[in-house]
């Protein structure tokens, strides 16, 4: 699958965003190692604390489908309905990336709408990110 195409699902999947309070719609698409690829949007929540990112929706999906290794994650967020703002992952998304992501190889494409994106590994947006290995030593 193409960064192009993963992001346009992204792009899509801001329509499914469920956010009565930040009017922010994030959508992602997760593409697994297995070719599949999951999307997610995010979800927010009365009590604020309880919102889950478009990322992790897309993360807990696939986990939740027995997946465990990924290529790629697309990103698109914004305002308004169309518009897409950069919108780089927050920090406890980069964390679950971290978690099932090889720092080095997985890719985060943000778009800017447009068609446009920009592209940074995990290791780039979560340096010397704690993980597995450290709990190993
Ligand atoms: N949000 C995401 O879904 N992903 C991000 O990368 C940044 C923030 C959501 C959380 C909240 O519902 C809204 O955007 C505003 O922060």
Redesign the pocket.
């Known amino acids: 699958m193409l960064a192009e195409e993963l992001v346009k699902l992204a792009e899509a999947s801001r329509g499914n ?1 469920y ?1 009565p ?2 009017g ?3 959508g ?1 698409a997760l593409l697994a190692a297995s070719e599949k690829v999951y999307t997610g ?4 929540n009365a009590a604020y604390s309880p ?7 897309a993360f807990f999906k696939a986990v939740s489908e027995g997946e465990r290794e990924f290529t790629a994650i697309a ?1 698109a ?1 914004g305002k308004y309905e169309k518009v897409n703002e950069p ?4 920090g406890v ?1 980069r964390q679950v990336m971290m978690e099932f992501c090889d720092p080095d190889g997985f890719l985060i494409y943000v778009s800017r709408g447009g068609g446009m994106f920009d592209t940074f590994t995990l290791a780039e947006l979560l340096p010397k990110g704690f993980g597995k290995p450290n709990l190993n030593k």
């Open positions: 965003a956010v309070y930040s922010f719609r994030v992602a949007c995010n979800i927010e919102t889950n990112c478009a990322e992790r929706t990103v967020g919108c780089t992952p927050c998304c």
